[in-house]
């Protein structure tokens, strides 16, 4: 009796609107719990111009009954996976199996984007008919199909397992457990045997095999066609990545060979260079293939093989390199010499990276060349700077610094030497707004050589850029050269910064010796000539000068010029153990509104005697986890601060609580401080006025920044000249994020 059903392709967009209804009929939320066990469901909505995009790639499968349709299974090839993006993950881990020692993603495979059959024609047969269907009509274009199916959804499963699925992979994800399954058209194990002989023969030949599925977005490589044109051991391989190994000079070449192949149903056979990698030579590949056609005439599949001849070209290429360096070899070993020599003598970091930019520009004949390199200011901050050869600086007067774009990113992170014979045509160039390319007026480039310098330590410290106006100027000669140079330059620049850092910290030791011996002097000098004056007393006998007033005063006096050597020596202590790293905190619940008041509280006469007016605006509650020892240095130095810089001026010291921090001000009614040295005052010896004017080492403000970011807080001033000053101390409640390295 002959079937009612007519299984056939999608044929029309009414006949894609059927599928969406159907399919919104059987979707899990629209079913009971019931039928879900019993009848099973589908999980995804699609929309009609999801549909017709997918019909366009690979029409998929229905069943009719006369006009009706009553069931469906679509078609989803890899290039669709964006379409359906709650499929990608499932792509995702696809690409990622291995099915018999073989990656699915080498594999020709598509995707069962879903199957669906009406309620009322289920049990007569018709999901095995979609499939076979499928298999009928797709197996000249795949080997084989796989999808996956909730384990929960046990009706699907054990369909599929008597269709001839194969269980490649179980997970869970956040809606349900999926099972990852697979059905061969060709018989797993001859296919296998099979292709492991051909991989043997022809390993043993040297010969690499490769493939294409137009339909696909990769090219399929064996692993000794990957080592002939440099590419990945593993991944997958798109045809813009052969395209960047294949010679420029040979590029369009090859192409055209392809096309011809594909225009004239005719096999190709070609010989071309590949650039395995910026570092390796070119080889030369012997490479021969036919393109696959299907009943309508379109191509649909490459397939070929390639073989190395580089040894056949290698001696001419090598006489060829012989001469070449052979005439420019007096004259390079002669500037490279004398660049050797000015490197090892050059200190200044400045003359040398531009005598290395000079030299460097010359050796690899650029018409011009930059050296942009990283330096560190007075806090540690690293910028930029930058020598140029072969033009004027104005010439790049109106540029900005170069930022890390896909042509800059891989010299300046020090991944490797990029050199270009034109990089207005490298698949990196062009991709960054607002200018896609060079910006107006920039030197022309096309020939383009990037090396990056890296230090000792493996740190990039910068990189070397040579450009010419014509394609093709730089060789592997020209790359050499100057990798070689490069490592020279590192081990130079490392010395140049070390003997600049040894000349700051003799400046560092120099000025903290002269500030300290000052700063010593006054209260040692005081207690001297208190003692003086006493010993000339006790020596003419003279008791009025020992009156009970006077020796409190003398003692006063004397305990004022001991506190004041104990801070010194404190603050020095505390310089050094940030200097050596070990600065450490002894972390406890401390109530910062107890603390500010303790402190204030024992500041008291010192500003009552500078006419301070004190204002306290402390709120309660305070808590948190930190060293109530170093948060009262810090509160005592801020105080401090303001009885040298900003005596007889208001003072308000409040606390507030403002999210999961505390926030600590101190401001005062004093001169202010200008713009451009708030961030001075911060740093180790900075005083904004002469000794002779306010005593101290500078080093509390310092000292206060490292207490407070040890913490895990901040510290930092709001002010203006004339306007006084607020000091901010903001302190998480719950402590150093660091908890372990914070404890002593």
């Not at 007096?330 to 050059?346: D, F, K, M, P, S």
């Not at 200011?377 to 007067?397: K, Q």
């Not at 050269?481 to 003799?506: C, I, P, W």
């Not at 009025?544 to 801070?567: C, G, K, Y």
């Amino acid at each position: 009796m002959p079937s009612p059903y007519v299984i056939r392709a999608v044929q029309s967009r009414a006949e894609l609107e059927q599928v969406l209804e159907l399919q919104r009929r059987n979707l899990k939320q629209h079913l009971s719990e019931e039928e879900r066990r019993t009848q099973g469901f589908v999980t995804v909505a699609h929309d009609l111009p999801t549909l017709e995009r997918m019909h366009a790639v690979a029409p998929s499968i229905i069943a009719l009954q006369g006009s009706e349709l009553v069931a469906y299974a679509l078609v989803m090839p890899r290039e669709c996976r964006e379409l359906v993006p709650v499929l990608e993950p499932m792509f995702a881990l696809v690409e990622q199996l291995e099915d018999q020692g073989r990656p699915l993603r080498e594999q020709r495979f598509y995707v069962m984007g879903q199957i669906c059959i009406d309620k009322a024609h289920r049990g007569q047969g018709l999901f095995e008919a979609l499939y076979h269907q499928h298999r009928e009509q797709l197996r000249g274009t795949f080997d084989c199909v796989v999808t996956e199916v909730s384990v929960h959804n046990r009706r699907s499963l054990r369909a599929h397992e008597r269709l001839g699925f194969r269980t490649l992979h179980t997970y869970a994800d956040a809606t349900d457990t999926w099972a990852v399954v697979r059905w061969d058209w060709i018989p797993p194990p001859r296919r296998l045997e099979e292709l492991e002989r051909s991989d043997r023969v022809l390993a043993a030949a040297g010969i690499g095999r490769w493939s294409r599925d137009l339909s696909q977005p990769h090219i399929v490589c064996d692993a000794i066609c990957r080592v002939h044109c440099g590419l990945p051991a593993d991944g997958l391989v798109d045809p813009a990545r052969v395209r960047e190994r294949i010679h420029p000079e040979d590029l369009e070449r090859v192409w055209d060979a392809a096309r011809r192949s594909m225009e004239e149903r005719a096999p190709f056979e070609l010989r071309f260079r590949t650039r395995p990698s910026a570092e390796a030579p070119s080889r030369w590949l012997h490479v021969t293939g036919s393109v696959f056609h299907d009943a309508a005439g379109r191509a649909r599949h490459f397939e070929g093989i390639s073989q190395d001849i580089t040894a056949e070209r290698q001696l001419e290429e090598s006489l060829r390199q012989t001469l070449i360096e052979k005439n420019d070899s007096l004259q390079n070993l002669e500037l490279i010499n004398r660049t050797g020599q000015a490197l090892g003598a050059e200190l200044q970091l400045e003359k040398l990276v531009q005598g290395v930019t000079d030299a460097a520009t010359q050796l690899t004949r650029a018409a011009f060349g930059a050296f942009f390199y990283n330096v560190l200011d007075e806090r540690g901050n690293a910028y930029m700077l930058y020598t140029l050869s072969g033009v004027p600086r104005e010439a790049f007067a109106n540029f900005p610094m170069p930022r890390s774009t896909r042509v800059f990113e891989p010299t300046f992170k020090g991944e490797g030497i990029i050199r270009s014979d034109d990089i207005t045509k490298d698949p990196r160039y062009g991709h960054n707004a607002p200018r896609r390319g060079m910006p107006e007026g920039h030197l022309p480039v096309r020939s383009y050589l990037a090396v990056p310098v890296s230090s000792r330590s493996g740190e990039v410290i910068g990189g070397l850029f040579f450009g010419h106006p014509t394609p093709g100027v730089f060789t592997a000669r020209e790359e050499r050269l100057v990798a070689g140079l490069a490592a020279q330059v590192a081990v130079a620049m490392d010395n140049a910064r070390l003997f600049q850092r040894v000349q700051e910290a003799v400046t560092s030791r120099d000025t903290f010796l002269s500030i300290a011996s000052h700063e010593l002097r006054t209260p040692i000098t005081s207690m001297k000539l208190l003692s003086q004056h006493m010993r000339k007393r006790i020596d003419a006998n003279d008791p009025a000068a020992f009156t009970r007033e006077r020796v409190t005063r003398m003692v006063e006096q004397t305990e004022r010029s001991i506190d004041r050597l104990a801070r010194l020596v404190d603050d020095m202590l505390d310089i050094s153990r940030i200097a050596a790293g070990r600065l450490q905190l002894h972390l406890e619940r401390v109530d910062l509104g107890d603390l500010a008041r303790d402190v204030v509280d024992r500041f008291e006469q010192q500003l009552t005697e500078a006419g301070h007016a004190l204002t306290l605006r402390l709120a309660r509650g305070l808590v948190g986890r930190w060293d109530r020892v170093r948060l009262e240095q810090v509160l005592a130095n801020l105080l401090t601060n303001a009885l040298k810089y900003a005596p007889g001026t208001p003072l308000t010291v409040s606390l507030q609580a403002r999210d999961d921090h505390a926030v600590l001000e101190v401001e005062d009614r004093g001169p202010g401080i200008a713009p451009g040295d708030q961030h001075r005052i911060f740093e180790r010896f900075e005083r904004l006025v002469t000794a002779s004017e306010v005593s101290g080492l500078g080093l509390g403000l310092h000292i206060a920044r490292h207490i407070v970011e040890a913490h895990g807080g901040r510290i930092h001033v709001r002010s203006a000249v004339g306007d006084g000053a607020r000091f901010f101390v903001e302190l998480p409640l719950a402590g150093p994020p660091d908890a372990t390295a914070a404890k002593p």
